[in-house]
């Protein structure tokens, strides 16, 4: 049982370069979410999905786009990449909402030069 | 949006000591939830509370509800190297979002 799985682990962008954060969960959990987690922040949301084919925003969306066309999967899109963007990035997944308690990818460590 | 205040930043105690930390809200909550996060890893999820005044145990860790709902605490006994690591708080800041404190960052030193 995987859970949650990001990829890459590590990345390193230049400025303006794009580029797709990978998630996939194989719990059939209908939540997921996008955060990102910086020194003495905690963790802020960046985008959610309550299920398939539905996404909204979170507390710091701009410079990023989802999508959720299947259950597994939750991509996050960096557009054209800033260096405010330095950040590890987590996914997290859940079967009740967040009222049950997130599972958490291991993150991805992205640095913009 | 909602601000969850998470107290101490830091902490560094003895191998054996006891470990309180707290957080709290500008609102109130219907649910608390404590998360562990060690290096390298994402966050995992300790003690989960539904009900003001609720107090829940995992192990040598106890979680309390704030009976005023903007508040909750956790504490550790009998602390070991393994507890390492940063602890947040998190609550809903909406119907479907959940807001993280700032985090504590505890060293247990042998």
């Known amino acids: 049982n995987a859970g949650v799985t990001q990829t890459p682990k590590f990345q390193v962008l230049k400025t303006g370069q794009s580029m797709t954060l990978q998630c996939a969960q194989d719990?059939?959990?209908?939540?997921m979410s996008w955060y990102r987690q910086d020194p003495g922040m905690g963790l802020r949301l960046i985008h959610y999905s309550v299920g398939a084919g539905i996404t909204d925003q979170g507390e710091v969306p701009n410079g990023y786009n989802v999508s959720r066309s299947t259950t597994e999967d939750f991509p996050l899109r960096l557009l054209s990449a800033a260096p405010s963007q330095t950040s590890v990035y987590f996914c997290?997944?859940?079967?009740?909402?967040?009222?049950?308690?997130?599972?958490f990818g291991s993150g991805t460590r992205l640095t913009v030069v | 949006g909602q601000q969850l205040n998470q107290s101490p930043q830091s902490m560094f105690i003895q191998e054996g000591e006891d470990v309180s930390m707290n957080c709290t809200s500008s609102s109130i909550f219907n649910t608390w939830l404590w998360y562990k996060q060690e290096p390298g890893e994402g966050p995992v999820l300790l003690i989960a509370l539904y009900k003001a005044g609720e107090l829940t145990s995992n192990g040598r860790l106890t979680a309390q509800f704030g009976i005023t709902r903007k508040d909750s605490f956790l504490n550790i006994s009998a602390s070991i190297p393994s507890d390492v690591g940063i602890y947040f708080c998190a609550g809903p800041s909406s119907a479907r979002q959940l807001t993280f404190g700032s985090g504590t960052q505890l060293t247990v030193l042998p």
């Open positions: 719990m059939n959990h209908e939540y």
């Open positions: 997290a997944s859940s079967y009740t909402g967040f009222t049950g308690g997130y599972t």
